[in-house]
């Protein structure tokens, strides 16, 4: 809330208009926006990860946001992040753009697709406070869970899944019981299901047709399919050279 304050009612989005959501960031250590986005000369273009728009919070200091914040207890393989891990003694998050080369390793949740054509605001003209922001990492971009996709199906109607076959949307640090969910009117609620969006909303992929509670799964460079479609994504692990 404090960041939209800042920022003309905006949510936090990394890099400049027009950015796209990319696997890695050009230089997370830049001393400048642009060489750190690759941006045009006139601030346009370039690429940037979902966490970079969330580490805006640790590089702009606000309230006692740290790299610590980013990480869940339960979510494994994930440690915080210090710039003295790549070499960067001696420098402060309030001089970096991202959670090193590989942020994956370092931020253990997912956050509204923000590099779109749909400009999301704190205001809730067209939006309700059930929207959801952010929330524990999607189950669908580690390749090893995603395979699992199409055994998942909602158990609400019109469809016939059974719990089990519900569970398998949820987040993967909860051992699919559930999630952590952050909404637009602030609130934060943990949630056995991942259509708990506005509508019956999947927080975890975009909407398919009329079907918003199962959905497609997103992958990189996925777009919502509409204003009111929450699409909850973190970036994926950068490939090994």
């Given at each position: 809330?404090?960041?939209?304050k800042?920022h003309d009612?905006?949510?936090?989005?990394?890099?400049?208009?027009?950015?796209?959501?990319g696997?890695?960031?050009?230089?997370w250590a830049?001393?400048?926006?642009?060489?750190?986005?690759?941006?045009?000369?006139?601030?346009?273009?370039?690429?940037?990860t979902?966490?970079?728009?969330?580490?805006l919070?640790a590089r702009?200091?606000?309230?006692?946001?740290t790299?610590r914040?980013?990480l869940?207890?339960?979510?494994?393989?994930?440690?915080e992040?210090?710039p003295?891990a790549?070499?960067?003694r001696?420098?402060?998050?309030?001089?970096l753009?991202?959670?090193g080369?590989?942020?994956?390793?370092?931020?253990s949740?997912?956050?509204?697709?923000?590099?779109?054509?749909?400009t999301?605001?704190?205001?809730f003209?067209?939006?309700?406070?059930?929207?959801?922001?952010?929330?524990?990492?999607?189950?669908?971009t580690?390749?090893?869970?995603?395979?699992?996709?199409s055994?998942?199906?909602?158990d609400l109607?019109?469809?016939?899944g059974?719990p089990?076959h519900a569970?398998?949307?949820n987040a993967?640090?909860h051992?699919?019981?559930g999630?952590?969910?952050?909404f637009?009117d602030?609130h934060v609620?943990y949630?056995?299901?991942?259509?708990?969006?506005?509508?019956?909303?999947?927080?975890?992929t975009?909407?398919?047709g009329?079907?918003?509670?199962?959905?497609?799964?997103?992958?990189l460079g996925?777009?919502?399919a509409g204003?009111k479609?929450s699409?909850?994504?973190?970036?994926?692990?950068v490939p090994r050279r």
């Amino acid at each position: 809330m404090m960041y939209a304050k800042d920022h003309d009612d905006l949510l936090a989005r990394a890099g400049g208009k027009d950015t796209k959501w990319g696997v890695s960031l050009k230089n997370w250590a830049a001393a400048s926006r642009q060489a750190a986005f690759d941006l045009d000369p006139n601030g346009t273009g370039g690429t940037a990860t979902v966490s970079s728009s969330l580490f805006l919070l640790a590089r702009f200091m606000y309230l006692d946001v740290t790299a610590r914040t980013f990480l869940c207890k339960a979510d494994k393989g994930v440690k915080e992040f210090t710039p003295a891990a790549y070499g960067l003694r001696g420098r402060e998050l309030t001089e970096l753009w991202d959670f090193g080369p590989d942020p994956a390793k370092h931020c253990s949740y997912a956050y509204q697709m923000v590099y779109s054509q749909y400009t999301l605001v704190m205001r809730f003209e067209s939006l309700t406070g059930a929207f959801a922001m952010a929330a524990d990492r999607n189950p669908w971009t580690n390749k090893r869970t995603a395979k699992s996709f199409s055994r998942f199906e909602p158990d609400l109607r019109p469809f016939s899944g059974s719990p089990d076959h519900a569970r398998l949307g949820n987040a993967v640090a909860h051992d699919r019981e559930g999630q952590n969910v952050l909404f637009l009117d602030t609130h934060v609620s943990y949630e056995k299901r991942a259509y708990c969006g506005q509508e019956d909303d999947n927080i975890y992929t975009s909407w398919d047709g009329a079907d918003k509670a199962r959905g497609k799964p997103p992958k990189l460079g996925s777009q919502p399919a509409g204003e009111k479609d929450s699409l909850l994504v973190n970036d994926p692990p950068v490939p090994r050279r």
